[in-house]
């Protein structure tokens, strides 16, 4: 009776298991819950800040308008929660300072590697996650 009973508990188990199971092999759309984050917003998630979707495969951008005052802006790419796997900083010291239009790789299991960027003019700047490569990469370019 007893073996009979663990038995039917862990067919019961499997059945639960298999019909819970989903398919995670397409990518979730980084315009669902990507943010930038950094000193010309707090560093919170502003809806204004949140990645949309470009005409490009997998490519996302925001705009943001900053002050070329000499101010240092640090930013980072990241959901509300700073959550894990979404926290997207340099994952190269030398790719810590942007320059203009160059792609550069992202980690995006980075607590304290925050990309810096200082405008040479004010104005709107866009800021894009190509999330087409792995790893991914950012880079910004300004706005026409």
């Not at 995670?24 to 949309?52: C, I």
């Not at 070329?68 to 010291?93: E, I, P, R, T």
């Amino acid at each position: 009776m007893f073996k009979a009973l663990i038995i039917a508990s862990v067919a019961a188990a499997t059945l639960v298991t298999g019909c819970a199971s989903t398919d995670n092999s397409a990518p979730r759309e980084l315009s669902d819950y990507m943010f930038v984050r950094g000193d010309f917003n707090g560093w919170n998630a502003v809806p204004e800040h949140k990645l949309t979707k470009t005409s490009t495969d997998r490519l996302y951008m925001t705009s943001i308008d900053v002050t070329a005052d000499g101010s240092v802006y640090g930013f980072k790419f990241a959901d509300q929660l700073w959550g894990a796997g979404a926290n997207c900083g340099y994952q190269n010291k030398e790719d810590e300072t942007i320059v203009l239009g160059k792609r550069v790789p992202v980690s995006c299991s980075s607590s304290y590697s925050n990309f810096v960027f200082t405008p040479a003019e004010s104005g709107t700047y866009n800021f894009y996650m190509d999330g087409s490569v792995e790893p991914f990469q950012i880079y910004v370019e300004k706005a026409e």
